[in-house]
């Protein structure tokens, strides 16, 4: 049977950069914390996709990997040691005449808190297969949607295919350690952030545009040339190659959570100003949150984050005065320092 001290205070959904920041928050807040992972490990999809790739938008940190800022926010998120729960998605919820939120998870397991926060990004995300003959045999070895291991690309000719953020980043990243770096695009204009394309374009990274992939040749899982096409004459080379980095995009699916009856739009949840979604009690944050000039960086998340858990503890205790709280000031902390 179900006891009293079962129910959690609020219960994060997502164990993302953004979900970590609100469960360490959450604790500050002395809220009782629970998250909820799908995946078997905690960092979400800078963990996964982006370990290598190195970070300058937080204020205050100069630049820091994805595996390093995976790491130090895990062990911020533990500082008031919330449950952790992973290999878990909550697939539906309840409301108990009580008051409280009943969620289940794929197992059938159930849980039990006074509040939801939403943190799980744009839910799960796969990236875009290149659709071409023989492509699969390559995949893992020559051929790669995300790099884990940034050295492997060390002195080889790397082809990268794509024109977002995550190609013209990865074209910067790799140029000082690749043989050579070229890049290809089957448009002219560039959707990344434009003084990171502006650096491409100023370095040794050959940009070959409107280029696309055409075919692709090699044995035994390892590439040795891309055919590619201009797509404004219809005119074909061959290129050799190493490495080939593809990023496409990606296919989103924001899983059960588009049938628990919120607002939704394509691009996620709508909020408010307090990152409430249209169902008392259950807040979003980070990719997944919604909201007229929306800013989607990993820091504008860290802001959302805090307001979701003050709303939630506003939720739970209304009458109750919600004070500032800055870490320099609560006393737990500098007590430690």
């Known amino acids: 049977m179900m006891q009293q001290n079962d129910i959690y205070d609020v219960t994060i959904i997502g164990g993302g950069p953004v979900g970590l920041f609100t469960a360490f928050y959450s604790g500050m807040r002395e809220m009782k914390t629970k998250i909820i992972e799908y995946l078997p490990y905690l960092g979400g999809k800078v963990s996964y996709f982006y370990p290598e790739k ?29 449950t952790i729960v992973l290999e878990e998605q909550v697939m539906d919820w309840q409301k108990h005449e009580d008051g409280y939120f009943i969620l289940t998870s794929d197992n059938g397991v159930k849980h039990y808190t006074k509040t939801v926060i939403l943190a799980t990004g744009f839910g799960s995300l796969k990236p875009v297969m290149l659709d071409l003959p023989h492509s699969k045999e390559f995949v893992g070895q020559s051929l790669h949607y995300s790099i884990h291991n940034i050295d492997r690309f060390k002195g080889k000719h790397v082809l990268i295919s794509g024109g977002g953020n995550s190609a013209v980043d990865w074209a910067n990243e790799l140029e000082p350690i690749a043989k050579k770096v070229t890049l290809i695009y089957r448009k002219s204009s560039f959707k990344g952030i434009e003084s990171n394309v502006t650096k491409m374009k100023r370095s040794s990274v050959q940009v070959l545009t409107p280029y696309e992939l055409a075919g692709l040749r090699g044995k035994g899982g390892q590439l040795s040339s891309a055919i590619i096409e201009n797509t404004e004459q219809a005119a074909f080379e061959e290129v050799e190659i190493d490495e080939l980095l593809v990023n496409h995009g990606f296919h989103i699916d924001l899983g059960p959570i588009t049938k628990w009856g919120m607002d939704i739009t394509e691009a996620g949840i709508v909020v408010n100003s307090s990152m409430s979604t249209s169902i008392p009690g259950i807040f979003a944050v980070g990719d997944i949150a919604q909201y007229k000039n929306k800013l989607p960086l990993i820091a504008g998340g860290f802001n959302e984050g805090p307001i979701a858990v003050n709303s939630a503890k506003l939720y739970i205790h209304p009458k109750d005065p919600l004070t500032h709280l800055y870490s320099t000031h609560y006393e737990p902390l500098t007590k430690d320092s």
Request: no cysteine; charged share 25%; proline share 7%.
């Open 54 to 82: 190195i970070i300058r938008d937080i204020g205050g940190i100069p630049q820091l990997s994805g595996e390093e800022l995976t790491t130090n926010l895990i062990e911020q998120a533990k500082t008031f040691d919330p």
